[in-house]
DNA sequence: ACCACTCCTG
DNA sequence: CAGGAGTGGT
């Protein structure tokens, strides 16, 4: 009898198959980003062996080593520099924001449960006792070697740029200049914060967390703390600086995908789809897909037709062909996976090495989800909606799961920990990037076509290189939710349209690349057409065209809040975002 | 109280 | 896109 019930229905029962912590909260971001794995087209190796041997083999000692040559480092500087007005540079670089930051902590419980940044940074680094320092100078001493193996094995493949490690004088610093690599126009520092990206590495540091104390004098906690940060910082700068190498280097694999991907969308037209494409697609029951496949992946709208054989199938709304833009660009939303998939094991490897197990998220790829093209069209004034007969099921392209091995891959591993709160750098790195630049909304908006609603750990997580205070919070989470507005009143907008237009099967709207709706979104969003929209944002834009649509036709509309209930359903649709996102130097 | 959100306005 | 008001959830 609801109007919406052939469509929610499915759609539910799609979240709570394909994604059950999409479903875990309304916008808990928690869930999201841990037990989400974004999906990554590529990085399908779990656990098994560790690409670089080197680096991964001694880990844990190595990692050990590391931390407590960081630990000796950052008790240098401190006492020596840094010392003086600690509390006070830390909680504000440079934010004037006010006293805000005085209460809060976003914190994240992930992160180091025990150490309280607050106070207790204020004399620590005073009360290093003179005794501790030798010992720590000694330790530091032995430790510089122990860098350089570090480093080495870290980053064998820059080593041209850090030429013998020589600066390890510096500490951290080092580690940082070694990321150097090509400029990032927004973020002049992106050391601090990321210890959120890489599990593993805080989770083995938690383990610890019980041991270090004992070198540290009574306000060691503080410094322990920030040389945590510095650590893990300077880790995750190298699995980024490994991350970017490899993933811009096979440009050409990502780039095909997308290509072949879209051109294919063409003929697709009036056909019903080949028999094989077409079963393949439709064979693709939400039970079968993983947990994680959700929205994303396109199956979502076309299983709804599945589920309910009945519904007449989706025309597309398209209006207007707009010229194809991204034609080789690289894909953004998981497609298939390439055969270079050796080398975004590597990634994996290093992004997860850790207390796996947040791995098995695994996605399918589906997402692939093939434009419907829009045949010949009878473009409707409003432009979008096209109205057909019955099977025109969108013609399915050379699917995107290529093999049914694949199609599972384990995804990233999740980013579990976060910046644990940590809002601000510790002082030892004065330089952090500040507020939000343009950059940062770009990025924003090309994130928004995968998730409409982040967290706040969500946004930290994906914008390493950003200072998170209490307002750059605020101003990006208002980022998204203008977006959000700009989103849904075209929504509102092209689906009152169509209702004035006539239609009257909201299952017959469908977002097209070359539809009207599409255009302006991707104008919004994507104002140099340099991205290739996801097909997930095609699938989530189209439901959403239809909860509108239904919702207005059904006279909702009338009611003041009518509105939520589409929101609430789109929250959930959110879609994990690629890997490559989390690079503070992605969108360039 | 806080926070995040929507809605409205400039 | 930022501000501000109003709202609802904690």
Sequence with gaps: MDPNSGLLSPLSRACSHLAEPCMEGERSPAPREQGGDPHFPWSPVPSSSFADPDWFCDENIQAKRARVETIVQGMCLSLNALVPGNAQARDSPYCPEKAQERKRKQSLPTQQGPLKPGPVGDHGSRKGGPRVREQLYQLKQQLRHLQKHILQAAEPRDAAQDPGGSEMDKGPLSVKQRKGYGSRPWAVDS?????????????????????????????????????????????????????????????????????????????????????????????????????????????????????????????????????????????????????????????????????????????????????????ESALRPWGAVKLRPSVLSQQQYPLPFTSPGLERLPLLPSVKVEQGGLQCAP?????????????????????????????????????????????????????????????????????????????????????????????????????????????????????????????????????????????????????????????????Q
């Excluded at 890489?198 to 540091?205: I, Y």
């Excluded at 989706?314 to 080789?328: E, K, N």
């Excluded at 959000?484 to 009257?504: C, H, L, N, P």
Aim: hydrophobic share 30%.
């Design 191 to 375: 050391d601090h914060h990321h210890q959120g990206s890489r599990g593993d590495l805080s989770q083995k540091e938690k383990h610890r967390a019980s041991e270090e104390p004992r070198f540290l004098p009574c306000g060691g906690q503080d410094l322990l703390e920030i040389l945590r940060k510095e650590l893990t910082g300077a880790v995750c700068q190298a699995v980024d600086s490994v991350l970017q190498k490899v993933l811009l280097d096979p440009p050409g694999h990502l780039t095909q995908l997308g290509r072949s991907f879209q051109g294919l969308v063409p003929e697709g037209s009036s056909e019903p789809s080949p028999p094989e494409r077409g079963i393949c697609k439709d064979l693709f029951p939400f039970a079968t897909l993983p947990r994680r496949a959700q929205p994303q992946t396109g199956v979502l709208l076309r299983n709804l037709s599945l589920a309910n054989p009945l519904d007449p199938p989706r025309y597309p709304v398209s209006s207007r062909m707009i010229p194809r833009p991204y034609q080789g660009r690289p894909a953004n939303c998981p497609l298939t996976v390439p055969s270079h998939i050796q080398e975004n094991q590597i990634l994996s490897q290093l992004l997860s090495h850790g207390p796996s197990d947040h791995w098995d998220s695994s996605l399918p790829q589906d997402s692939s989800s093939q434009s419907h093209s829009s045949p």
């Design 427 to 587: 002082d030892v790195l004065p330089f952090s990037s500040e507020g939000l630049n343009p950059g940062h909304l770009k990025k924003a908006k090309l994130m928004f076509f995968f998730t409409r609603y982040p967290s706040s750990n969500l946004l930290k997580a994906y914008f390493p290189d950003v200072q998170f205070n209490r307002c750059i919070t605020s101003q990006m989470i208002k980022w998204f939710s203008n977006f959000r507005e700009f989103y849904y009143i075209q929504m509102e907008k092209f689906a009152r349209q169509a209702i004035s237009d006539g239609v009257t099967n909201p299952k017959m709207l469908v977002v097209l690349r070359d539809s009207e709706l599409f255009r302006a979104l991707n104008m919004h969003y994507n104002k140099g057409n340099d991205f290739e929209v996801p097909d997930c944002f095609l699938e989530i834009a189209s439901l959403t065209l239809q909860e509108f649509f239904r919702a207005v036709s059904a006279g909702k509309d009338s009611d003041p809040s009518w509105k939520k209930p589409i929101y609430k359903i789109i929250s959930k649709l959110d879609s994990d975002i690629p890997e490559i996102f989390k690079s503070s130097s992605y969108p």
